[in-house]
């Protein structure tokens, strides 16, 4: 009964924490994507073509791990709805 008893405070106190060190990987993983964008976006600016974006340079699937949405702004940073610019 003891040991059900201390499973079950260090279960309390894991849980906590592992969904704060989640959510801190997400928010970084998100703020890596913010600054690829960014330099996607500088690249295409660079280029110099009316027809060439910053979708041109990145792979197919990047965004939010979120839920967010990524917003590309040309001239200032990049900025996703959940959890701002980097």
């Known amino acids: 009964m003891v040991v059900v008893v201390i499973i079950g ?3 309390a106190i894991a849980v ?3 969904n704060s060190v989640q ?3 997400q928010e970084k993983a998100c703020f890596a994507t913010l600054r690829t964008v960014d330099g996607a976006a500088q690249m295409a600016a ?3 073509d009316a027809t060439t ?3 041109d340079y990145l792979e ?10 990524i917003t590309v702004n040309l001239g200032t ?8 610019t980097y």
Request: negative net charge.
């Open 9 to 11: 405070i260090l279960v």
């Open 16 to 18: 906590p924490i592992y």
């Open 23 to 25: 959510a801190q990987a």
């Open 46 to 48: 660079a280029d110099g």
């Open 53 to 55: 974006t910053h979708d």
């Open 60 to 69: 197919a699937g990047w965004g939010c791990p979120t839920t967010g949405t």
């Open 77 to 84: 940073k990049s900025e996703c709805s959940v959890h701002g």
